[in-house]
């Protein structure tokens, strides 16, 4: 089965600067992955979506990256605010295709004034 | 609006007992999904849907049971069974036409067993 791995460390920046999360899979590749923010004690919300052929996507303060050959996403946030902490969850497809997701642990984000 | 209600917010069991967890959603979804999320470990799958009167079972069926009786209704039932039920529920949909499609999240059930 798929694994992915997130940093499980929280990630402290400074408010303006770029934060940057990571996300590795092992095993097969996925055909898209997608990216969500969740708060604590409530359910995730969809950020981004970058498919296997896509190197790059952008949404506003949002980037993604996707490296289909160090099976790796970048997901980056740029002049960060207070707003933006919260925990960041990868999620790849599964074999097979469908629209069961495989979710990592997720990284927490916490922006300081 | 259109989203996914989830309710009750806070569901208290006890030793023994069958609870269900209500998820209703109204963005016309063909697939819904159940997650559970625990701390420190992502979400795991526990039952999914793709159309009405047909469910499968995640990675983690064991101890639950769904039913889909209603397009927008996917209730999932904890049973006595569930050795360790404590934990955030997670339901979601998604449109079924498209494979790369996101889902869509209710905010989610905290079970207590007491």
């Known amino acids: 089965s798929q694994k992915i791995e997130q940093n499980s460390e929280a990630l402290n920046i400074q408010e303006g600067k770029t934060a940057t999360l990571t996300c590795n899979y092992t095993?097969?590749?996925?055909?898209?992955l997608q990216w969500y923010r969740q708060d604590p004690g409530r359910g995730p919300v969809f950020l981004l979506l970058?498919?296997?052929?896509?190197k790059e996507k952008r949404k506003e303060r949002l980037k993604v990256t996707f490296d289909t050959t160090l099976k790796q996403s970048l997901f980056h946030i740029t002049a960060s605010q207070p707003a933006d902490s919260a925990t960041y969850l990868c999620?790849?497809?599964?074999?097979?295709?469908?629209?069961?997701?495989?979710f990592g642990t997720g990284t927490q984000l916490k922006v300081e004034l | 609006d259109g989203g996914i209600t989830q309710s009750p917010k806070y569901l208290f069991r006890k030793e023994g007992q069958n609870v269900t967890l209500s998820c209703e959603q109204n963005?016309?979804?063909?697939?819904m999904y159940w997650y559970r999320q625990d701390p420190g470990q992502g979400l795991r799958l526990i039952y999914y849907?793709?159309?009405?009167?047909?469910?499968q079972k995640g990675d983690i069926a064991e101890g639950y049971s769904v039913s889909r009786e209603k397009k927008e209704s996917f209730p999932l039932t904890v049973t006595s069974a569930q050795k360790n039920p404590t934990a955030f529920y997670l339901c979601?949909?998604?449109?079924?036409?498209?494979?790369?499609?996101?889902?869509?999240f209710g905010q989610g059930t905290r079970l207590t067993v007491v």
């Open positions: 979601a949909s998604s449109t079924r036409q498209s494979s790369n499609t996101e889902a869509f």
């Open positions: 095993n097969y590749s996925p055909a898209y």
């Open positions: 970058i498919r296997e052929n896509e």
């Open positions: 999620a790849l497809d599964r074999q097979g295709g469908g629209n069961k997701l495989t």
């Open positions: 963005l016309n979804h063909d697939a």
């Open positions: 849907s793709q159309i009405v009167n047909d469910f």
